[in-house]
C-alpha cells in the first residue's frame, strides 16, 4: 500500500518503488525468492522493455513522423473519424502480436504526430490508443489474463479472434463517434 501511495503521489517512480516493495517483502519473509522469481515474467519484461528502446527511436528518427503522415495522408479524405478509427485498428491489430504496453509505447509517437498532421487536440488523437489497447481481445497471448483464460478453458487462438473481433467492432462503433463527441 505504502508503495502504491507513493507512486501515485508521484513522489517515487514505479521501477525504483516496486524494487524496495519486493525488497521489503523478500526481508519480512512474506515472499520467498523462489516465489519473487516465479512471478517475474521475463518474456513480457523483455518486450516492454524493448518497445522502449523501440519507441524513442522511433521518436527520435522520421519513422513516427512518416507513419502519421501516411496514415493521415490515406484517411485524410475520409474525414477525422477515419483517422480515429485508423488509430484505433492499428492498436488493436498490433496487439495481436504485442503486450498492450510495447503497443502504447510503439504508437504514441505516431498519435502525437498525427496531431500535428491533422491539427486535433491532443486528447482526440491519444484517445483511440488508450480504447485501442483496452480491447486487446483478438489473441491469447497479448494479455496476461487472456493467457490466463487460454490455460485455465483451453482455449485456442481462434477462440478468441472469434469472440474478439465482434467485441472490438462494437468499441470501435461506440468509441470513436463518443471521442467526437468531445469536439462539440
Known sequence: MLMIAAVASGSVDLLPASMVAVGAML???ILTPAQAAALWKIRTTMIIAGAF????????TS???????ALCNCVAPLGLVALLSALFLC??????????TAVVV???PVCLHAREVMDIPV???????LLGSACLFLSNTSYQTNVMATAA????????SRVGAPAVVVMMLVGVPTM???LQ
Open 91 to 100: 492498436t488493436v491489430l498490433l496487439g495481436v502480436v504485442f503486450h498492450s
Open 27 to 29: 526481508v519480512g519473509d
Open 153 to 160: 478453458g483451453a482455449y485456442t487462438f481462434a477462440d478468441f
Open 63 to 69: 519513422v513516427a513522423s512518416a507513419a502519421a503522415t
Open 123 to 129: 486528447h482526440l488523437a491519444i484517445g483511440p490508443l
Open 180 to 182: 467526437m463527441a468531445t
Open 53 to 60: 528502446g523501440l519507441s524513442k527511436a522511433i521518436g527520435k
Open 106 to 108: 510503439l504508437l504514441f
